[in-house]
Structure formats: C-alpha cells, structure tokens
C-alpha cells in the first residue's frame, strides 16, 4: 500500500520561504520520478517541479524557476521543495506524487499573503 504524506506548508508574506517535505511507504523510492504539484481555489491541479530516481535531473514549471528547489533523500524515501521569494499567486494546496502512480496525500496548505 502506497502512502504518500506531505508537510511544511503555512502563511507566510510575500518574499518569504518554506520547505515543504514529502515522506512515502510502500515503493521502492528510488525508482520513481517523483512530482510536486498545487491547486489553488478554483483551479486545475498543475505541476509545479520533476525529479528523476537519482536526483540528478529536474525540471520545473517556468512560473517558479529559480525560486523553486525540489531534492530528494532517497535513504529517507523523502522528497522536497524549498520555495524561496513567494509569492500570493503561489497559494495552493501542495502534493507530492511517485510518477505514473494514482497515489496522493491530504496535502499542504501554502498561503502567501501579506
């Protein structure tokens, strides 16, 4: 059974960070790209970051580039996101996903909001 639990999110003003943590049971972790996506109200889910099983290649939406991080540990089955410099439009719900897996946490709430 695959488990998928997300962390870190908040309020937090314009121009501020968060580092949201996502931990994961039953796969094998490294074998997975893994995904972050948000929704915010009244909006379709989009993908925010990409990384590959080794971690040695990302890719992210423009609308974050540089200012976004995601990582991973795969010794912890963990992936993350450093968010730095946010913005109100990044006011979402935040989940991780193992790629090609129908497999989601509640989320995280991030509000962005002065």
């Known amino acids: 059974q695959v488990q998928v639990v997300e962390s870190g999110g908040g309020l937090v003003h314009p121009g501020g960070s968060l580092r949201l943590s996502c931990a994961t049971s039953?796969?094998?972790?490294?074998?997975?790209?893994m995904g972050w996506h948000r929704q915010a109200p009244g909006k379709q889910r989009e993908l925010v970051a990409l990384?590959?099983?080794?971690?040695?290649?990302?890719n992210y939406r423009d609308s974050v580039k540089g200012r976004f991080t995601i990582s991973r540990d795969n010794t912890m089955n963990t992936v993350y996101l450093q968010m730095n410099n946010l913005k109100p439009e990044d006011t979402a719900v935040y989940y991780c996903?193992?790629?090609?897996?129908?497999?989601w946490g509640q989320g995280t709430q991030v509000t962005v909001s002065s």
């Open positions: 039953g796969i094998i972790f490294a074998r997975y790209t």
């Open positions: 990384i590959n099983g080794t971690g040695d290649n990302t």
């Open positions: 996903n193992p790629l090609g897996l129908n497999s």
